[in-house]
């Protein structure tokens, strides 16, 4: 059998234990259909990036599914039926993690791996970099003379005071 991970995203109006009966609906597919879910991970409640049917925020859930193509195919197809799932994504891998996920992961440890809340970088950073030495360049002239460079102005068309 396949190993996969799965996100699904429902609806932000939905109770947690709403959200915790769709799992167990998702998994009792997974289960009839011949495979089993190992880890679940309630994420929680999160911000989106952009409005998703007219909802701004949803609750995210992680599981780790062990099944054959056809339990996955039914259990997305009943999601996507469903109007308290948002989105889902699925995505087969090698071997399942071990421990929390890297959303479920301590702010601290992931700063240590060099992920999420690393504010510290010092030189590293976009707009701390140094530039170094840029050399003389022509002094900038703004005010009246700017407009010299470009030529005489012509009226515009259709304008009024413009030539027609």
């Not at 993690?97 to 809340?117: D, L």
């Not at 510290?120 to 002239?141: E, K, N, T």
Request: hydrophobic residues 30%; proline residues 5%.
């Amino acid at each position: 059998m396949a190993l996969y991970e799965h996100v699904f995203l429902a609806r932000q109006d939905l109770s947690q234990q709403q959200v915790d009966a769709l799992v167990e609906q998702y998994k009792g597919v997974i289960s009839a259909n011949g495979g089993s879910v190992g880890r679940i991970e309630n994420w929680g409640l999160k911000s989106l990036t952009y409005r998703v049917n007219k909802n701004r925020k949803a609750y995210y859930t992680l599981m780790d599914i062990t099944c054959p193509p056809a339990a996955l195919n039914e259990m997305e197809r009943q999601m996507g039926l469903s109007e308290d799932v948002l989105r889902f994504l699925t995505i087969k891998v090698d071997a399942h993690e071990e421990g929390p996920s890297a959303m479920m992961q301590k702010r601290e440890e992931r700063s240590e791996r060099g992920g999420f809340g690393d504010r510290d970088r010092g030189p590293r950073s976009f707009g701390d970099r140094d530039r170094g030495d840029r050399g003389d360049r022509p002094p900038r002239s703004f005010g009246g003379d700017a407009g010299a460079e470009r030529g005489p102005r012509r009226p515009r068309e259709g304008v009024e005071g413009g030539a027609e």
